[in-house]
């Protein structure tokens, strides 16, 4: 069983929707972080999180450590959101090792 | 100019050759990170640096050197490089941010060992 596991693997959906992405890990940790990566590849950071909720624009991050669960929700879905969306751990043993996800690709239809 | 370059974007070689991937970051961060990336797995760590003098081994560096230059620059080596080597290559960089340290990741590099 992987450390950090995504769900749903893929997603498709209509412009306007609302898009939730689950990941899930078994480890203790001390931050986790949402990142997008663009169909030309690069990645960008969306979120760090260690407790609660964040927001920026449309896109929301949660967390609830004692589940160890997070979902990260867009509103108002856009094709531009259209991507690959990765979820990564920090373990709290003091390593630097961040822990991938494989990751979630959402596709935006007009 | 984007704060974590990686060059080349784009690179096919041939089996056996020596190639060296190389990142710049105008961040001013002291960490910096080589992760590859390949298709179903999740981004796995090849060799970090905390600062110029400073160099560790990830969990996937056989095969792999780097040589940390500069605060700025950090560049990953392949001396002989195999086909299953193939894959896209992140340059990232970190630092503090006040509650933990926060990523900025190149656009990558696409290798091709043929």
């Known amino acids: 069983k992987n450390e950090v596991e995504q769900s749903p693997q893929n997603l498709t959906a209509q412009e306007g929707e609302f898009i939730t992405i689950n990941c899930s890990y078994s480890?203790?940790?001390?931050?986790l972080h949402w990142l997008q990566q663009h169909p030309g590849g690069g990645i960008v950071s969306l979120f760090m999180?260690?407790?609660g909720k964040k927001k920026h624009g449309r896109l929301i991050a949660t967390i609830n450590i004692q589940e160890k669960h997070s979902s990260l929700h867009i509103t108002a879905s856009h094709p531009r959101d259209s991507a690959v969306y990765i979820c990564?751990?920090?373990?709290?043993?003091?390593?630097?090792?961040?822990?991938f996800g494989t990751g979630t690709r959402l596709t935006i239809i007009p | 100019d984007a704060d974590v370059t990686q060059t080349p974007r784009n690179r096919i070689t041939k089996t056996g050759k020596r190639i060296m991937l190389e990142c710049s970051q105008t961040?001013?961060?002291?960490?910096m990170y080589w992760y590859r990336q390949d298709p179903g797995l999740g981004l796995r760590l090849i060799y970090y640096?905390?600062?110029?003098?400073?160099?560790n081994k990830g969990e996937i560096s056989d095969g792999y050197s780097v040589s940390r230059q500069a605060q700025a620059k950090f560049s990953l080596s392949l001396e002989s490089a195999i086909p299953n080597q193939t894959a896209l290559y992140f340059c990232?960089?970190?630092?503090?941010?006040?509650?933990?340290?926060?990523?900025?990741f190149g656009s990558g590099t696409r290798l091709t060992v043929v």
């Open positions: 480890v203790g940790i001390s931050a």
């Open positions: 990232a960089t970190s630092d503090w941010t006040g509650e933990g340290y926060g990523y900025t």
């Open positions: 999180l260690s407790s």
């Open positions: 961040k001013g961060h002291d960490r």
């Open positions: 640096s905390f600062d110029v003098k400073d160099i």
């Open positions: 990564a751990v920090r373990s709290n043993f003091g390593n630097e090792k961040l822990t």
